[in-house]
């Protein structure tokens, strides 16, 4: 029905698409439209612009930082509970100090890539991490309390999930008392990875190595998407 003749040549509609991640293109292309495919742009000489992604340097737009923590003789979920009471305190002391200014590393995401060991850290968050912040002040850091805590996995409802999007992006105000209060600590599997884009998110633990590279990038890319909120 779409093709049309040229020079007495028939000629099929092209077929575009646009995508971020994509694995066996060729075969899925053929397969579902019998056609060839062609990447546009193709591959460029210069790797620091590929059309897709230009590299700027840190000193003209924040980027981000990647710390990696080998723990050794710890198990792993003692190792998490330490990096997230750290990180959760270390934050609320910068909240403290310049105000404002803190509001992108107050909200902690915990990426895991499996369903189970989000669960168990769950717990841990709600028990462990929550008496280790509250006295965290003895160790230099600043006392805080967790008053919300929210999933963002195949477990939480289609209409739970768009409330946990929006109130991903109300700010910290150092000078809330009560109403309702921001996300401390969100935990999600690699539902995060596609369509989350809060611009205010800046800081992510990532509970183990996630099982292809591309995961990883489009799942810690989730944070300091903003020049004002590196990551």
């Known amino acids: 029905l779409a093709t049309w003749t040229v020079d007495g040549k028939a000629v099929r509609p092209k077929v575009i698409a646009s995508t971020a991640t994509v694995r066996r293109a060729a075969e899925q292309a053929h ?47 003692s190792t998490e509970v330490r990096v997230f009471s750290t990180l959760l305190a270390a934050s609320q002391r910068l909240m403290d100090r310049y105000g404002q200014a803190a509001d992108p590393w107050m909200t902690l995401v915990g990426y895991f890539s499996a369903l189970r060991e989000l669960a168990g850290m769950r717990r841990a968050v709600d028990d462990e991490v929550n008496n280790n912040i509250f006295r965290a002040n003895r160790r230099g850091l600043a006392k805080r309390r967790l008053y919300e805590v929210q999933e963002l996995t195949s477990r939480v409802g289609s209409s739970e999930i768009r409330d946990v999007l929006d109130r991903l992006k109300q700010t910290f105000d150092p000078a809330q008392t009560k109403g309702r209060r921001p996300i401390d600590v969100l935990l999600a599997t690699n539902m995060i990875s596609v369509g989350v884009d809060v611009s205010r998110l800046g ?24 020049k004002d909120g590196p990551g």
């Open 31 to 77: 397969a579902q439209f019998d056609r060839r495919l062609a990447v546009f742009p193709p591959p460029v000489l210069d790797v620091s612009d590929s059309f897709f992604a230009k590299e700027r340097p840190t000193t003209v737009r924040p980027g981000r930082r990647y710390l990696g923590i080998c723990a050794t003789g710890l198990r792993m979920k």
């Open 203 to 226: 800081l992510m633990a990532a509970g183990g190595q996630p099982k292809t590279t591309a995961e990883y990038i489009q799942a810690t890319s989730r944070v300091g998407r903003d």
